[in-house]
Protein backbone atom coordinates (compact mmCIF):
# COMPACT_ATOMS: atom_id res chain seq x y z
CA UNK A 1 0.00 0.00 0.00
CA UNK A 2 1.59 3.24 -1.17
CA UNK A 3 2.21 5.85 2.24
CA UNK A 4 0.23 8.21 2.42
CA UNK A 5 1.68 11.94 1.03
CA UNK A 6 3.96 14.23 2.84
CA UNK A 7 3.40 18.12 2.71
CA UNK A 8 6.23 19.88 1.57
CA UNK A 9 6.35 23.89 1.50
CA UNK A 10 8.69 25.62 -0.18
CA UNK A 11 8.98 29.99 -0.17
CA UNK A 12 10.93 30.89 -2.86
CA UNK A 13 9.66 28.47 -5.34
CA UNK A 14 9.98 30.38 -8.33
CA UNK A 15 13.55 31.02 -8.11
CA UNK A 16 16.78 29.95 -8.80
CA UNK A 17 17.12 27.43 -5.94
CA UNK A 18 13.82 26.60 -6.48
CA UNK A 19 13.96 25.37 -9.65
CA UNK A 20 16.70 23.30 -9.28
CA UNK A 21 15.14 21.65 -6.04
CA UNK A 22 11.52 21.06 -6.67
CA UNK A 23 12.14 18.35 -9.32
CA UNK A 24 14.67 16.81 -6.95
CA UNK A 25 11.71 16.39 -4.17
CA UNK A 26 9.08 15.77 -6.74
CA UNK A 27 11.41 12.75 -7.67
CA UNK A 28 12.21 11.04 -4.36
CA UNK A 29 15.57 12.49 -3.46
CA UNK A 30 14.63 13.98 -0.39
CA UNK A 31 12.20 11.77 1.34
CA UNK A 32 12.36 8.36 -0.85
CA UNK A 33 11.66 6.64 -3.74
CA UNK A 34 8.24 5.29 -1.89
CA UNK A 35 7.42 8.51 -0.60
CA UNK A 36 4.56 10.73 -2.36
CA UNK A 37 4.54 14.40 -1.91
CA UNK A 38 2.53 17.17 -1.81
CA UNK A 39 4.22 21.14 -2.65
CA UNK A 40 2.70 23.70 -1.39
CA UNK A 41 4.77 26.44 -3.43
CA UNK A 42 4.90 29.78 -1.82
CA UNK A 43 5.51 32.93 -3.63
CA UNK A 44 5.19 36.95 -3.25
CA UNK A 45 2.37 38.08 -3.68
CA UNK A 46 3.55 39.78 -7.09
CA UNK A 47 2.05 39.11 -10.79
CA UNK A 48 5.52 38.69 -11.99
CA UNK A 49 6.47 36.02 -9.42
CA UNK A 50 3.13 34.33 -9.57
CA UNK A 51 2.82 33.74 -13.06
CA UNK A 52 6.69 32.48 -13.27
CA UNK A 53 5.43 30.09 -10.17
CA UNK A 54 2.73 28.80 -12.84
CA UNK A 55 5.20 28.11 -15.09
CA UNK A 56 7.67 26.43 -12.87
CA UNK A 57 4.30 24.10 -11.39
CA UNK A 58 3.80 23.59 -15.05
CA UNK A 59 6.93 22.59 -15.90
CA UNK A 60 6.69 19.67 -12.90
CA UNK A 61 3.62 18.51 -14.21
CA UNK A 62 5.52 17.78 -17.46
CA UNK A 63 7.92 15.69 -15.54
CA UNK A 64 5.21 13.41 -14.84
CA UNK A 65 6.69 12.09 -11.72
CA UNK A 66 4.54 9.59 -10.41
CA UNK A 67 5.72 10.36 -6.52
CA UNK A 68 3.96 14.10 -6.96
CA UNK A 69 0.52 14.30 -5.74
CA UNK A 70 -0.83 17.43 -5.62
CA UNK A 71 0.51 21.15 -5.65
CA UNK A 72 -0.45 23.97 -4.31
CA UNK A 73 0.62 27.65 -5.63
CA UNK A 74 -0.09 30.53 -3.32
CA UNK A 75 0.76 33.24 -2.36
CA UNK A 76 -1.12 33.15 1.64
CA UNK A 77 1.73 31.89 4.10
CA UNK A 78 -1.41 30.62 6.19
CA UNK A 79 -2.71 28.84 2.75
CA UNK A 80 1.22 27.78 2.47
CA UNK A 81 1.84 26.34 5.47
CA UNK A 82 -0.86 24.62 5.95
CA UNK A 83 -0.37 20.79 7.00
CA UNK A 84 3.02 21.24 6.06
CA UNK A 85 5.17 18.37 7.41
CA UNK A 86 8.72 20.15 6.60
CA UNK A 87 9.04 23.83 5.77
CA UNK A 88 11.70 24.54 3.47
CA UNK A 89 12.63 28.59 3.90
CA UNK A 90 14.28 29.75 0.53
CA UNK A 91 12.61 32.47 -0.06
CA UNK A 92 14.61 35.76 0.47
CA UNK A 93 16.98 38.28 -1.47
CA UNK A 94 20.70 36.64 -2.26
CA UNK A 95 23.31 38.89 -1.74
CA UNK A 96 24.98 40.89 -4.67
CA UNK A 97 28.76 40.70 -5.50
CA UNK A 98 30.78 42.83 -2.76
CA UNK A 99 28.14 41.87 0.21
CA UNK A 100 28.08 39.81 2.93
CA UNK A 101 25.09 37.24 3.56
CA UNK A 102 25.00 39.53 6.78
CA UNK A 103 24.45 42.52 4.87
CA UNK A 104 20.90 40.83 4.14
CA UNK A 105 19.43 40.43 7.49
CA UNK A 106 17.75 43.77 8.09
CA UNK A 107 16.21 43.24 4.76
CA UNK A 108 15.17 39.58 5.02
CA UNK A 109 14.73 39.02 8.38
CA UNK A 110 11.17 40.40 8.75
CA UNK A 111 10.51 37.90 6.33
CA UNK A 112 10.39 34.95 8.72
CA UNK A 113 8.55 36.81 11.30
CA UNK A 114 5.40 36.37 9.47
CA UNK A 115 6.52 33.19 8.09
CA UNK A 116 6.80 31.48 11.46
CA UNK A 117 3.79 32.92 12.98
CA UNK A 118 1.90 31.23 9.97
CA UNK A 119 4.10 27.80 10.46
CA UNK A 120 2.91 28.05 14.22
CA UNK A 121 -0.67 28.72 13.48
CA UNK A 122 -0.99 26.39 10.13
CA UNK A 123 1.46 23.64 10.36
CA UNK A 124 1.35 20.15 10.94
CA UNK A 125 1.76 19.04 14.43
CA UNK A 126 5.11 17.47 13.74
CA UNK A 127 6.44 20.31 11.19
CA UNK A 128 10.10 20.62 10.62
CA UNK A 129 11.58 23.72 9.08
CA UNK A 130 14.58 23.96 7.47
CA UNK A 131 16.28 27.83 6.41
CA UNK A 132 18.50 28.20 3.21
CA UNK A 133 17.08 32.20 2.95
CA UNK A 134 20.39 34.52 4.17
CA UNK A 135 21.61 35.33 6.44
CA UNK A 136 19.82 31.29 7.28
CA UNK A 137 21.24 30.56 10.80
CA UNK A 138 19.81 34.26 12.29
CA UNK A 139 17.00 33.87 10.05
CA UNK A 140 16.11 30.50 11.14
CA UNK A 141 16.15 31.95 14.85
CA UNK A 142 13.60 34.54 13.71
CA UNK A 143 11.16 31.82 12.77
CA UNK A 144 11.95 29.86 15.71
CA UNK A 145 11.55 33.16 18.52
CA UNK A 146 8.01 33.35 16.15
CA UNK A 147 6.74 29.88 16.51
CA UNK A 148 6.00 30.51 19.97
CA UNK A 149 4.83 26.47 20.20
CA UNK A 150 6.83 24.91 18.31
CA UNK A 151 9.64 22.97 19.85
CA UNK A 152 12.90 24.72 19.16
CA UNK A 153 14.98 22.00 17.82
CA UNK A 154 12.58 22.02 15.12
CA UNK A 155 14.39 24.64 13.25
CA UNK A 156 17.47 23.88 11.53
CA UNK A 157 19.46 25.91 8.96
CA UNK A 158 21.91 25.05 6.38
CA UNK A 159 25.66 24.64 6.39
CA UNK A 160 25.85 21.48 3.94
CA UNK A 161 26.39 23.13 0.91
CA UNK A 162 29.63 24.21 2.70
CA UNK A 163 30.31 20.79 4.28
CA UNK A 164 29.66 19.44 0.66
CA UNK A 165 32.25 22.01 -0.44
CA UNK A 166 34.67 21.47 1.82
CA UNK A 167 34.86 17.85 1.04
CA UNK A 168 35.38 18.21 -2.58
CA UNK A 169 38.29 20.52 -1.74
CA UNK A 170 39.59 17.86 0.98
CA UNK A 171 39.33 14.83 -2.10
CA UNK A 172 41.02 17.08 -4.50
CA UNK A 173 43.91 18.22 -2.35
CA UNK A 174 44.63 14.31 -1.01
CA UNK A 175 43.87 12.71 -5.10
CA UNK A 176 40.94 11.01 -3.88
CA UNK A 177 37.31 10.41 -4.64
CA UNK A 178 34.78 12.67 -2.52
CA UNK A 179 33.23 9.13 -1.10
CA UNK A 180 36.85 8.88 0.73
CA UNK A 181 35.69 11.69 2.50
CA UNK A 182 33.98 11.38 5.62
CA UNK A 183 32.48 13.49 9.01
CA UNK A 184 34.17 16.86 7.60
CA UNK A 185 32.23 18.99 9.76
CA UNK A 186 30.88 22.98 9.48
CA UNK A 187 31.16 24.82 13.07
CA UNK A 188 29.55 28.14 13.54
CA UNK A 189 27.83 30.45 11.24
CA UNK A 190 27.19 30.11 7.27
CA UNK A 191 29.09 32.94 6.91
CA UNK A 192 32.52 34.00 5.76
CA UNK A 193 33.79 33.23 9.43
CA UNK A 194 32.49 29.26 9.53
CA UNK A 195 34.87 27.06 10.42
CA UNK A 196 35.74 23.92 8.02
CA UNK A 197 37.21 21.15 10.44
CA UNK A 198 39.73 19.59 9.22
CA UNK A 199 40.81 17.97 12.44
CA UNK A 200 37.74 15.43 12.91
CA UNK A 201 37.66 14.96 9.03
CA UNK A 202 38.30 11.50 7.62
CA UNK A 203 40.61 10.92 4.15
CA UNK A 204 40.36 7.23 3.60
CA UNK A 205 39.75 5.90 6.69
CA UNK A 206 43.06 8.20 8.66
CA UNK A 207 42.43 11.66 9.75
CA UNK A 208 42.81 14.27 7.35
CA UNK A 209 45.40 16.11 8.90
CA UNK A 210 47.64 12.83 8.64
CA UNK A 211 46.81 12.30 5.11
CA UNK A 212 47.11 15.70 3.88
CA UNK A 213 50.51 16.89 5.62
CA UNK A 214 50.52 20.83 4.39
CA UNK A 215 49.01 21.78 7.35
CA UNK A 216 49.81 25.55 5.94
CA UNK A 217 47.51 25.19 3.54
CA UNK A 218 44.84 23.54 5.86
CA UNK A 219 44.64 26.31 7.88
CA UNK A 220 44.98 28.83 5.00
CA UNK A 221 43.62 27.86 1.49
CA UNK A 222 41.63 25.29 2.65
CA UNK A 223 39.88 27.86 5.31
CA UNK A 224 39.44 30.63 2.65
CA UNK A 225 38.39 28.79 0.02
CA UNK A 226 35.23 27.35 1.89
CA UNK A 227 35.05 30.49 3.89
CA UNK A 228 34.61 32.40 0.48
CA UNK A 229 33.15 29.78 -2.09
CA UNK A 230 29.45 31.68 -2.01
CA UNK A 231 31.49 35.03 -3.31
CA UNK A 232 33.51 32.89 -5.58
CA UNK A 233 30.14 31.36 -7.40
CA UNK A 234 28.81 35.00 -7.46
CA UNK A 235 31.92 36.53 -8.80
CA UNK A 236 31.82 33.79 -11.62
CA UNK A 237 28.05 33.51 -12.33
CA UNK A 238 26.69 36.74 -11.42
CA UNK A 239 24.00 34.98 -9.69
CA UNK A 240 24.57 33.05 -6.44
CA UNK A 241 25.04 29.51 -5.99
CA UNK A 242 21.39 27.52 -6.73
CA UNK A 243 22.35 23.69 -8.17
CA UNK A 244 24.59 22.87 -5.39
CA UNK A 245 22.16 25.15 -2.46
CA UNK A 246 19.25 22.67 -3.91
CA UNK A 247 22.10 19.74 -3.45
CA UNK A 248 22.65 21.08 -0.41
CA UNK A 249 19.66 21.43 0.87
CA UNK A 250 18.00 17.66 -0.38
CA UNK A 251 20.94 16.25 1.10
CA UNK A 252 20.48 18.39 4.71
CA UNK A 253 16.99 17.10 4.99
CA UNK A 254 17.52 13.10 3.39
CA UNK A 255 19.75 12.99 6.13
CA UNK A 256 17.19 13.88 9.10
CA UNK A 257 14.62 11.62 7.65
CA UNK A 258 17.01 8.83 7.90
CA UNK A 259 19.10 7.46 10.94
CA UNK A 260 22.68 8.65 10.89
CA UNK A 261 25.09 5.81 10.93
CA UNK A 262 27.00 5.19 13.83
CA UNK A 263 30.21 7.13 14.26
CA UNK A 264 29.45 10.05 11.85
CA UNK A 265 27.95 13.07 11.67
CA UNK A 266 26.33 15.88 9.39
CA UNK A 267 26.68 19.56 9.75
CA UNK A 268 23.48 21.40 10.71
CA UNK A 269 22.59 24.55 11.86
CA UNK A 270 20.24 23.49 15.22
CA UNK A 271 19.72 25.70 17.90
CA UNK A 272 22.43 25.48 20.60
CA UNK A 273 22.17 23.65 23.64
CA UNK A 274 25.50 25.18 25.00
CA UNK A 275 27.87 22.44 23.68
CA UNK A 276 31.58 23.59 22.47
CA UNK A 277 30.99 26.71 24.15
CA UNK A 278 28.67 27.97 21.62
CA UNK A 279 26.06 30.44 23.69
CA UNK A 280 23.14 28.52 24.24
CA UNK A 281 19.85 29.45 22.09
CA UNK A 282 22.13 30.30 19.10
CA UNK A 283 21.57 28.65 15.97
CA UNK A 284 24.80 27.30 14.87
CA UNK A 285 25.86 24.54 13.07
CA UNK A 286 26.85 21.59 15.20
CA UNK A 287 28.25 18.13 14.31
CA UNK A 288 24.84 16.23 14.45
CA UNK A 289 23.64 12.29 14.36
CA UNK A 290 19.80 11.90 13.43
CA UNK A 291 17.48 9.17 15.02
CA UNK A 292 15.66 8.66 11.92
CA UNK A 293 12.62 9.19 13.72
CA UNK A 294 12.46 12.98 13.93
CA UNK A 295 15.05 13.44 17.00
CA UNK A 296 18.80 14.58 16.95
CA UNK A 297 21.61 14.78 19.11
CA UNK A 298 24.48 16.89 18.76
CA UNK A 299 27.28 14.74 18.77
CA UNK A 300 29.70 15.14 22.13
CA UNK A 301 33.28 15.03 22.92
CA UNK A 302 35.33 16.15 19.67
CA UNK A 303 38.50 18.25 20.23
CA UNK A 304 38.97 21.18 18.19
CA UNK A 305 42.36 22.15 19.20
CA UNK A 306 43.67 25.97 19.69
CA UNK A 307 43.21 26.86 15.81
CA UNK A 308 39.93 25.29 15.35
CA UNK A 309 38.22 26.69 19.03
CA UNK A 310 39.98 30.03 18.73
CA UNK A 311 37.59 30.34 14.97
CA UNK A 312 34.71 29.19 16.53
CA UNK A 313 34.70 31.72 18.83
CA UNK A 314 34.72 34.38 16.19
CA UNK A 315 31.89 33.11 14.99
CA UNK A 316 29.87 32.51 17.95
CA UNK A 317 30.71 36.32 18.68
CA UNK A 318 29.34 36.89 15.02
CA UNK A 319 26.21 35.05 15.68
CA UNK A 320 25.98 37.37 18.66
CA UNK A 321 26.16 40.23 17.00
CA UNK A 322 23.38 39.30 14.09
CA UNK A 323 21.18 38.32 16.71
CA UNK A 324 21.52 41.71 18.61
CA UNK A 325 20.96 43.35 15.01
CA UNK A 326 17.57 41.27 14.89
CA UNK A 327 16.56 42.28 18.84
CA UNK A 328 13.42 43.90 17.44
CA UNK A 329 12.12 40.58 15.59
CA UNK A 330 12.73 38.45 18.75
CA UNK A 331 10.25 39.30 21.25
N1 LIG B 1 22.27 28.67 3.12
C1 LIG B 1 22.89 28.51 1.96
O1 LIG B 1 23.83 27.69 1.86
C2 LIG B 1 22.50 29.29 0.75
C3 LIG B 1 21.55 30.30 0.83
N2 LIG B 1 21.18 31.01 -0.27
C4 LIG B 1 20.15 32.04 -0.10
O2 LIG B 1 18.89 31.53 -0.58
C5 LIG B 1 18.04 32.63 -0.89
C6 LIG B 1 17.34 32.38 -2.24
O3 LIG B 1 18.29 32.33 -3.27
P1 LIG B 1 17.86 32.25 -4.81
O4 LIG B 1 16.83 31.21 -5.01
O5 LIG B 1 19.12 32.17 -5.58
O6 LIG B 1 17.22 33.70 -5.01
P2 LIG B 1 16.20 34.18 -6.14
O7 LIG B 1 16.17 35.67 -6.08
O8 LIG B 1 16.47 33.51 -7.44
O9 LIG B 1 14.82 33.61 -5.62
C7 LIG B 1 14.27 34.01 -4.42
C8 LIG B 1 12.77 33.88 -4.58
O10 LIG B 1 12.20 34.14 -3.30
C9 LIG B 1 11.03 34.87 -3.52
N3 LIG B 1 10.71 35.54 -2.26
C10 LIG B 1 11.24 36.64 -1.74
N4 LIG B 1 10.64 36.97 -0.59
C11 LIG B 1 9.71 36.02 -0.38
C12 LIG B 1 8.76 35.81 0.63
N5 LIG B 1 8.60 36.66 1.65
N6 LIG B 1 7.94 34.73 0.54
C13 LIG B 1 8.04 33.88 -0.51
N7 LIG B 1 8.94 34.04 -1.51
C14 LIG B 1 9.75 35.10 -1.43
C15 LIG B 1 11.34 35.80 -4.67
O11 LIG B 1 10.16 36.28 -5.33
C16 LIG B 1 12.16 34.89 -5.56
O12 LIG B 1 11.37 34.19 -6.51
C17 LIG B 1 18.93 33.87 -0.84
O13 LIG B 1 18.75 34.54 0.40
C18 LIG B 1 20.33 33.30 -0.91
O14 LIG B 1 21.29 34.15 -0.33
C19 LIG B 1 21.73 30.75 -1.50
C20 LIG B 1 22.67 29.76 -1.63
C21 LIG B 1 23.14 28.97 -0.53
O1 LIG C 1 27.10 33.16 -0.90
C1 LIG C 1 25.90 33.45 -1.01
O2 LIG C 1 25.43 34.58 -0.87
C2 LIG C 1 24.95 32.32 -1.25
C3 LIG C 1 25.32 31.30 -0.26
O3 LIG C 1 24.93 31.37 0.89
C4 LIG C 1 26.34 30.32 -0.63
O4 LIG C 1 26.59 30.11 -1.83
O5 LIG C 1 26.91 29.73 0.28
Redesign the pocket.
Known amino acids: MSKTPIHVAV??A?????YALLPRIASGQMFGPDQPVVLRL???PHEK?MAALKGVAMELEDCAFPLLRDMVLTSDVNEGFRDANWALL??????GPGME?GD?IKE?GP?FVGQGRAINDHASADVRVAV???P?NTNALIAMHAAKDVPNERFTA?TR?DQNRAEAQLAQKAGVAVSEVHNMLIWGN?SATQVPDFKNATIGGKPADEVITDHEWLKNDFFSTVQKR?AAIIQARG????MS?AN?LIDHVHDLVNATADGSWRSVCVPSDGSYGVTEGLISSFPVQSDGQGGYKIVQGLELGDFLSGKLKASVAELEEERETVADLLS
Open positions: TGAGQIGIEIAVGAKPRRLNIVGNCMLHGLSSAAG
